[in-house]
């Protein structure tokens, strides 16, 4: 079992950046895959980056590569998400998720956290 909780979100102006944090409970982490997914108002979840267990692999979605960084500290049973350059439709609730899967689609996500607003102005 691996509860998480994500901290970091607010509101930014475009061009700013936020630095997302995920902290995971349990002696488990470091064997997860862990993925950031996000949801924007009357749209669906999706995929926007995921990070192998040992820091080794990463994948981003083309809608955020060259502008958000993944990154995770095992010791610290966290997972981060650099965000860049954000845009306003970077707008959404953002969530992170652990997978033994290396994969982009939520349904392959065992565990999910609570999520935090991430609001970018124009």
Known sequence: QVQLVESGGGLVQAGGSLKLSCAASGRTF???NMGWFRQ???KEREF??????N?????YADS????FTISRDNAKNTVYLQLNSLKPEDTAVYYCAASSH?????THYDYWGQ???VTVSS
């Open 40 to 42: 924007a108002p009357g």
């Open 102 to 106: 290396n994969s982009d689609s939520a």
């Open 30 to 32: 470091s064997m997860y």
């Open 64 to 67: 955020v590569k060259g502008r």
């Open 48 to 53: 926007a980056a995921v990070i192998a267990w």
């Open 115 to 117: 999520g935090t607003q």
């Open 55 to 59: 820091g080794g692999w990463t994948l």
